[in-house]
């Protein structure tokens, strides 16, 4: 694979924006199931995942291939209607979320900056 979708650290960040979009989603279920009694909190192994695509970073490309998400049912119970959920957990573990997507976000500006003055040599 060629070209700027060559690029590892250009994948790699993308596969990282998708994990965590992926996350946002998960901890916003489990926010909208709060109340509902029984459910289970989930979570992405954003780490794991992360780890796993850096030791197969050919797979990011393919369309079958690429590291795997690993969702995790956590069997925490927070309250005696067997719901996982801590709406204040979540709400610190979203900000975290949310914090590390701006992150990420800004170093996939500054790499592709980086790349768009190597390919102009300079000129705007």
Known sequence: MGGLLGDFTVRFLGKAL?????RQRVLAQNLANAETPGYRRMDVDFRRALLQAMEDPEGWGNKTGGPQVFLVQENRLSRLDGNGV?????????TENALLFQSVTAALR???????????????
Do not use: F, P, S, W
């Open 86 to 94: 801590d709406v204040d957990q979540e709400l610190v573990e979203l």
């Open 110 to 124: 500054v790499k592709l900056a980086m790349l768009r003055a190597a390919i102009t040599e300079g000129r705007r």
């Open 18 to 22: 998708d994990l965590l979009n992926l």
